[in-house]
């Protein structure tokens, strides 16, 4: 795993099964001072850099020693000796300027192609907020010990491994080690005194946090229990860099009986002659030149061998000459050079796509993909979000149109027009949020149909044209201060720059953006309405929604505001709607507010639960249960909110389907909201029942 010079960290349980005083003691640190610089110092040379193997700067010779030991160049070596052997000086002049030439063109792209990976990671090195000696000091990250107790915030890099010991709406972006899109929010109250290492997985352990994981909301403190390659993103590397034996390679006895030991040595053996001649490493392509080297050497030989059968084995000068001159000739010197500039000119146009390339041979691979996988927010889409409809009952559905900046409350229009009528039967004519080019793929698909979605997408855009603003109602303003207040985000705009910034969850930002659109933004509620924050009950992955306790100065009214997933929301709501418009949930309210959820998740929205209520008096200092404060609920209205697919998006899947490769789409929103931005990039047609059943069923 780490180096033999540096001491083993390691622990008697894992860091997230043990208590901080327990961890705290043992790395001899202190959570209030941290360490002192003597000591940090000494865990430096005790543990090492805290970085990963392999991320020291290339070495030259290196990369010149891959280019010459491969089988093609090892034959074109022997065939160049032979040629030289037998005074034949202008084709062993050529063999020798095609070996140069082609390794000449390797080292040279790949070296620069290293470098500009060095250069990369000179870029990114980040640094850490660590306490020494009860002083916040900034320093880099492969300064970080074990035992240094680090500070982090929304944005910042995790260092190393941490074993939280505070966490204030803790939130960590980690599909680096998990592959999963939404954050974690970490939680220091779950027990696991009754887990063990195997049974709980990376995701779940929630009191730490990960080295190379950033975070996305709230702040923490930690202290570091695992720093380089003993860090979890330190594990993955060192199993990609490490090599798996075969089977049946085991020396044991215990293992294959008493013939394992003479086994396992004969294949060892074996795959070691196979790996020194290039026949089972490498890539396919490189595997197969391999094999045609030796096998174009082995028709050398038995060519030269014919030459001599044919003169009786009396062998002379000519007849060797002759016989190495038939042998080398069948060997196709030009064919390395080809294949060389070939990669080269394929390594030349994705370095003009600003991609770089740190292996020729990792063309072929890229060549070689027919199926991509790619995640949906943040990949496919801006990961921007945007409020693009907001449903208020009894009121109508309020549309954000020509809003292409997520951040910028002033740009676009709103709108307010009357909600679908569900009680019909009849499809929702509004299909799209906002007009939309054509699929990036074309799919076999009736014309009749196509007109028919053609008139749906005309009736939707002019159903949304008209720049008039919509007047603040009573309905409006609860539902605009619940959004505002039960949230985390910050949206300001910065007077040098002339631009407004966000900071936070992108589903935060755009409720809070919404209601920016009416002067009613958090701070301005706060600071001009008299709204003060008693309580907050964070988002729970587990309960999908945020709750908060607020109260008003002028009036001392205490409001619990919530939002959530719809399905979540709704079932803790006995009322819906406010004023005039209120009305108690019974089953066919639950049916409309789900319809509804449904519409706007078919235009590709992800559909957020507004709630409130009002509570009887709170000090602020008694701690309420989750289960009190989150009950006999007012749904407020729904949020629809847009994130929009890259410009680039819909260009790329075409291209790809052009290649012949398969885009899939990964994604855990809502299948309907899935659908909708799989069909607006091109992934799937706009009318899948209009092909064959096997292949709509197959989408």
């Not at 916040?136 to 995790?158: L, R």
């Not at 559909?607 to 289960?627: C, F, N, P, W």
Request: glycine share 8%.
């Amino acid at each position: 795993m780490g180096s033999g010079k540096f001491t083993t960290q390691e622990y008697p349980k894992h860091p997230f099964l043990l208590p901080c005083e327990v961890l705290i003691e043992s790395l001899q640190t202190n959570d209030e001072t941290g360490l002192s610089p003597v000591k940090a110092q000494e865990a430096q040379g005790s543990y090492g850099p805290n970085k990963l193997e392999g991320e020291g700067g290339v070495k030259w010779y290196s990369v010149l020693l891959k280019q010459i030991s491969n089988a093609m160049i090892l034959v074109l070596v022997l065939a160049m000796a032979l040629s030289y052997g037998v005074t034949d000086y202008i084709e062993g002049g050529v063999i020798t300027a095609v070996i140069i030439l082609n390794v000449a063109i390797g080292f040279y792209q790949e070296f620069q192609a290293e470098k500009k990976m060095d250069s990369l990671r000179a870029l990114s090195s980040p640094s850490a907020a660590v306490l020494r000696d009860g002083h916040i000091v900034t320093v880099p990250s492969a300064e970080v010990v074990p035992g240094d107790i680090v500070q982090v915030k929304t944005g910042d890099t995790i260092p190393a491994d941490l074993r939280l010991v505070e966490a204030m709406n803790l939130e960590c972006d980690e599909k680096i080690l998990t592959g999963e899109a939404v954050p974690v929010a970490k939680d220091l109250k779950v027990d696991f005194s009754n887990n063990n290492e195997l049974e709980t997985g990376v995701g779940d352990r929630l009191n730490m946090a990960y080295s190379s994981s950033t975070v996305t909301k709230g702040r923490g403190t930690g202290v570091v229990v695992f720093t380089g390659m003993y860090t979890e993103i330190g594990r993955i590397a060192a199993s990609m860099q490490g090599k798996t034996r075969k089977p049946n390679r085991s020396l044991s006895r215990r293992k294959g009986g008493p013939m394992q030991p003479a086994k396992g040595v004969a294949l060892r053996v074996w795959d070691g002659i196979g790996q020194f001649l290039g026949l089972t490493v490498g890539t396919p392509l490189q595997r197969k030149l391999s094999k045609l080297a030796y096998i174009l050497f082995g028709c050398a030989l038995l060519l030269a061998i014919i030459v001599f059968g044919v003169n009786k084995f009396n062998v002379n000068k000519e007849v060797a000459i002759y016989a190495i001159s038939t042998g080398i000739a069948i060997i196709p010197e030009s064919l390395v050079a080809v294949l060389t500039i070939t990669m080269v000119v394929g390594m030349t146009q994705m370095r003009k796509r600003r991609v770089v390339i740190r292996q020729l041979s990792a063309l072929e691979a890229l060549g070689g993909v027919t199926n991509i996988c790619s995640d949906k927010t943040g990949t496919l889409t801006l990961g921007q979000m945007i409020t693009r409809k907001a449903w208020l009952p009894g009121v109508g559905m309020y549309s954000v149109n020509n809003a292409e900046e997520a951040a910028d409350p002033t740009k676009g229009t709103v709108s307010l027009g009357p909600a679908p009528d569900l009680t019909r039967g009849g499809e929702d004519k509004e299909k799209k949020p906002f007009d939309r080019d054509a699929p990036a793929v074309s799919w076999d698909v009736a014309s009749e149909k196509t007109t028919m979605v053609e008139k749906e997408d005309d009736t939707s855009s002019s159903s949304e044209s008209g720049d008039a603003v919509p007047e603040m109602t009573a309905e409006l303003q609860e539902f605009l201060r619940s959004t505002a207040l039960c949230n985390l985000a910050t949206v300001r705009l910065d007077k040098q720059k002339e631009e407004w910034q966000a900071i936070g969850d992108p589903t935060e930002i755009a409720l809070q953006v919404f209601a920016h659109r009416f002067q009613l933004g958090k701070k301005t509620l706060q600071e001009q309405h008299g709204w003060t924050q008693l309580a907050e009950y964070p988002f729970d992955s587990s309960i999908k929604r945020m709750s908060v306790i607020y109260q008003q100065r002028q009036t001392d009214n205490v409001h619990i505001f919530c939002k959530g997933a719809v399905e979540r929301i709704i079932d803790l709501c006995t009322t819906i709607g406010t004023g005039a418009n209120q009305r108690p949930v019974t089953d066919e309210v639950k049916a409309e507010v789900l319809d509804q959820m449904n519409r706007l998740a078919q235009q590709g929205l992800r559909v957020m639960a507004i709630a409130q209520r009002q509570h009887t008096t709170y000090d602020g200092k008694t701690e309420l249960s989750r289960d009190s404060i989150e009950k006999d609920l007012t749904l407020l209205g729904l949020a629809g909110l847009y994130d929009p697919p890259r410009l680039e998006t819909k260009d790329a899947v075409k291209e790809c389907a052009t290649a012949g490769i398969k885009v899939h789409m990964l994604t855990g929103d809502h299948p309907s909201t899935a659908e909708a931005i799989a069909k607006e990039v091109g992934i799937i047609p706009p009318n899948p029942s209009s092909l064959p059943i096997s292949l709509a069923s197959s989408l």
